[in-house]
């Protein structure tokens, strides 16, 4: 029956613990820099909502306002979209505290792909909430106003649901914009198989209809406006992760450099 070394035992949870210390440094960092920008626009936080608004105030019939139905909402809603600006100006400080932290637990070659990957990211994922907000919202306000007017109905939205309503599209179009990014990781990891991901397109495609008639509203143009865009954003992502299928020769090399940094036989 073995038993454990003390010496041993005592390494590893002073190395968990440090790892513990070094995780609350970037987190309270990747707070701080949220809080600095919130703070720097927080004067203007009416006047970033008014524009968060746009889509819909346009789609509105002369006349139409949003309404508040909360005493705070007046208040908190435009609080809530100042923060959320905040946090995608302050992303990319979150994410290369994020890179800081996992860094050095990666090899040579998966440290090469952090930055494109990080890089390409967040320029995605902004240009999925602004596809969202140039065109799936105006065209989605739109049609559904159309729908008001044969019926008498005043369309008067309280922002807070609308709030609630944007924060969903954006969220669910900014992940659908990373699907090149995934593919490329799974395949440069060597995870899935190039063939691999060909051969399930059609899968690939009808899972995209499913998941846009979840998450977006249930008339057929908003579903429309998610699915073909993931579809062909699956295309992009394998025509770019051609260029980034491993060879068996770089993942040697990267493993010698890797041994001899840490003083091992590879």
């Known amino acids: 029956m073995t ?8 390494g590893l949870q002073e ?45 509105l019939p002369v006349g139409g306002k949003m309404i508040v139905t909360d005493v705070t909402g007046s208040f908190f809603v435009p609080m809530k979209v100042t923060m959320l600006v905040a946090f995608l100006i302050a992303l990319p400080v979150v994410m290369y505290q994020l890179w800081a932290f996992i860094a050095p637990g990666l090899y040579q070659h998966e440290r090469k ?25 105006p065209t989605v306000f739109g ?13 008067s939205t309280d922002i807070d649901n609308y709030l609630s309503f944007a924060m969903t599209t954006f969220l669910a179009f ?16 060597g995870l899935v198989p190039l063939a691999k991901l060909k051969e399930i397109r059609p899968y690939v495609i009808v899972g995209a209809f499913v998941i846009s008639a979840v998450v977006t509203p249930p008339d057929v ?4 406006l998610l699915a ?6 699956y295309e992009l992502g394998l025509l770019i992760a051609r260029f980034y299928v491993p060879k068996p020769s770089d993942d040697e090399s990267d493993g010698a450099k890797d041994a001899d940094s840490k003083g091992v036989d590879p």
């Open 221 to 224: 143009l908003s579903q429309l």
């Open 3 to 10: 038993q454990n070394n003390p010496t041993e035992d005592s």
């Open 113 to 137: 792909l952090i930055v494109p990957l990080v890089v390409s990211s967040y320029s995605l994922f902004i240009f999925g909430m602004a596809f969202a907000y140039f065109l799936v919202f």
């Open 15 to 59: 190395s968990f613990l440090s790892h513990l210390y070094e995780l609350r440094d970037r987190i309270i960092k990747s707070a701080l820099a949220i809080i600095v920008v919130f703070l720097c626009l927080v004067y203007w936080a009416p006047d970033i909502f008014h524009l968060f608004a746009q889509p819909l105030l346009q789609a």
């Open 228 to 233: 073909v865009p993931m579809s062909l954003l």
């Open 143 to 155: 049609f559904m106003a159309s729908y008001n007017a044969p019926l008498g109905a005043e369309m």
């Open 174 to 189: 900014g992940i659908t914009f990373e699907v090149p990014v995934v593919v490329v990781v799974l395949v440069r990891m």
